[in-house]
């Protein structure tokens, strides 16, 4: 997967049908669509903008672990966490993840794009976060 560094966007439109990639170390059925990329995770610096897209039936397999924030915005479909009683998430619902809070596994009966912006904080340190 390449990386569009951030640059000056002013409103393009989005083609939501191509320009899908499989997401990186995800099962098959997990699609992204990187917007903008200059999260860099050795140096702990920068974010990344992306669509992320479960094909119908689509789940990943463990929970997810990082050291950056990540909030995700459900624009359309349904997603569940595998093994909880939490209620299936919606369209046009929202989370908010600290560095260092598990989340996950996911599936998405119906299918789903979720609209993620993930990015290091200043003075974020998951040692100190996840010791306290």
């Known amino acids: 997967m390449t990386k569009a560094l951030r640059r000056h966007i002013e409103m393009q439109p989005l083609d939501l049908?191509?320009?899908?990639?499989?997401?990186?170390?995800?099962?098959?059925?997990?699609?992204?669509?990187?917007?903008?990329?200059?999260?860099?995770?050795?140096?702990?610096?920068g974010a990344r903008t992306r669509l992320v897209r479960f094909a119908p039936g689509?789940?990943?397999?463990?929970a997810l672990i990082h050291d950056y924030?990540?909030?995700?915005?459900?624009?359309n479909g349904?997603?569940?966490?595998v093994g909880h009683q939490s209620p299936?998430?919606?369209r046009l619902s929202y989370s908010c993840r600290?560095?260092?809070?598990?989340?996950?596994?996911?599936?998405?009966?119906?299918?789903?794009?979720?609209?993620?912006?993930q990015y290091y904080g200043a003075g974020t340190n998951i040692?100190?976060?996840t010791t306290s």
């Open 17 to 45: 049908e191509r320009g899908w990639e499989a997401l990186p170390g995800f099962p098959d059925g997990l699609e992204v669509k990187v917007l903008a990329d200059d999260l860099n995770e050795l140096r702990k610096t």
């Open 98 to 117: 600290p560095p260092g809070t598990p989340h996950g596994p996911f599936i998405s009966a119906a299918g789903c794009v979720m609209f993620e912006l």
């Open 69 to 75: 924030w990540e909030e995700v915005f459900l624009l």
């Open 58 to 62: 689509a789940a990943t397999v463990e």
């Open 78 to 81: 349904e997603l569940a966490q």
């Open 127 to 129: 040692s100190r976060l």
């Open 88 to 90: 299936v998430a919606e």
